[in-house]
C-alpha cells in the first residue's frame, strides 16, 4: 500500500502543479490586456499551491485516524469474542 498511496500522492500534487501552471498562464495572459501587477497575482497562486499542500497533508491525518480506529475496532472485537468463547460452559 505504500507505494501505490505515493504515486498517488504524486499525481495528486503534480496535478495541481498543472492546474497552477495553467492558472498562472492564464492570469500572465489577463494581467497583459489589464495591465494589473504580475507579483501579487504570482503571491496569490502560490498561497492556493500551498493551500493544496495542506489538503493532502490533511488527507494524510484523516487515512491514520481511520487506520487506528479500524485497528482499535479489531482489537475490540478480538477482546469480545475471546471473553464470550472463555465464559461459555
Same mark, same amino acid.
Given at each position: 500500500?505504500?507505494?501505490?498511496? !505515493?504515486? !498517488?500522492?504524486?499525481?495528486? $500534487?503534480?496535478?495541481?502543479?498543472?492546474?497552477?501552471?495553467?492558472?498562472?498562464?492564464?492570469?500572465?495572459?489577463?494581467?497583459? $490586456?489589464?495591465?494589473?501587477?504580475?507579483?501579487?497575482? !504570482?503571491?496569490?497562486?502560490?498561497?492556493?499551491?500551498?493551500?493544496?499542500?495542506?489538503?493532502?497533508?490533511?488527507?494524510?491525518?484523516?487515512?491514520?485516524?481511520?487506520?487506528?480506529?479500524?485497528?482499535?475496532?479489531?482489537?475490540?472485537?478480538?477482546?469480545?469474542?475471546?471473553?464470550?468463547?472463555?465464559?461459555?460452559?
Amino acid at each position: 500500500m505504500g507505494r501505490a498511496q !505515493y504515486h !498517488y500522492d504524486m499525481n495528486f $500534487v503534480e496535478r495541481e502543479l498543472i492546474h497552477y501552471k495553467i492558472q498562472k498562464t492564464i492570469h500572465n495572459q489577463e494581467s497583459q $490586456v489589464c495591465g494589473t501587477e504580475q507579483s501579487n497575482m !504570482y503571491d496569490q497562486e502560490q498561497q492556493k499551491l500551498q493551500c493544496d499542500m495542506g489538503k493532502v497533508h490533511q488527507r494524510h491525518a484523516f487515512i491514520y485516524l481511520v487506520s487506528f480506529a479500524l485497528l482499535a475496532y479489531t482489537i475490540l472485537i478480538l477482546i469480545a469474542c475471546r471473553s464470550i468463547l472463555c465464559h461459555i460452559k
